[in-house]
Structures are given as structure tokens and as C-alpha cells.
């Protein structure tokens, strides 16, 4: 069965650095586009980074120069590496991925979900 485990959340202070990870696990062909959103209380979720398969990245204007997007495709896991945080950052962050599975005689890619993780920034 395939599924993303994200870890590294945490209550950090203001200006604290904080690394997520992801792992994707299970009989997975390839991971094409990886994400990483977040959504705070109230909010709508919000794209926050992601990273192509042949590693180009984009990041919301919000996080860009603070937050750095990485992956390791020996480990089928992702990164989102969180500098100089803000209360502002404070969220429930979630991984997401485009995996391509063999399945029935096919290839086939699926959107998959993380099942989120807590990041508090304290003033």
C-alpha cells in the first residue's frame, strides 16, 4: 500500500530554523512533481514549494529565500528545509506527490496526501 509519512513538525521560536520530511513508501514506479502545502487555522491550504522530477522548484512569495525544497530519490523522500520562521508560518503541513504505479497490466499516476504535521512559531 502506498502512502506519504511526514515527519519533523514542531513548536519552534520566531527565527528558528525547522526541516519536514516525506517519505513515500510501498511499490511506487516514480514520483514526478512533489509538494509541500499548508493550511493554518481559518485558511484556506496553500501551496508552499514544490520540486519536479528533474528538480526544478517554485515556492509561494511567501516563503521564497527562507524555505528551500529538496529531494532524495535514492530514499523516495522529500525535504522542506524552513529558515528564519514566523509566527505567520504556523500551519499544518502537508506532503503531496504525483506517483506513477504499476497497476493491471498499466501505468497509472495517482495524487497522494501526507497526513499533515504540526508547525507552531512562537513571537
Known amino acids: 500500500q502506498v502512502q506519504l509519512v511526514e515527519s519533523g513538525g514542531d513548536l519552534v521560536q520566531a527565527g528558528e530554523p525547522l526541516r519536514l520530511s516525506c517519505a513515500a513508501s510501498?511499490?511506487?514506479?516514480?514520483?514526478?512533481?512533489m509538494r509541500w502545502y499548508r493550511q493554518a487555522p481559518g485558511e484556506q491550504r496553500e501551496l508552499v514549494a514544490h520540486i519536479t522530477s528533474g528538480g526544478s522548484t517554485n515556492y509561494a512569495d511567501s516563503v521564497k529565500g527562507r524555505f528551500t525544497i529538496s529531494r532524495d530519490n535514492t530514499k523516495n523522500t522529500w525535504y522542506l528545509q524552513m529558515n528564519s520562521l514566523k509566527p505567520e508560518d504556523t500551519a499544518v503541513y502537508y506532503c503531496?506527490?504525483?506517483?506513477?504505479?504499476?497497476?493491471?497490466?498499466?501505468?497509472?499516476?495517482?495524487?497522494?496526501w501526507g497526513q499533515g504535521t504540526q508547525v507552531t512559531v512562537s513571537s
Open positions: 503531496n506527490a504525483d506517483l506513477t504505479l504499476y497497476s493491471n497490466g498499466g501505468y497509472y499516476t495517482y495524487e497522494y
Open positions: 510501498g511499490t511506487i514506479f516514480s514520483i514526478n512533481v
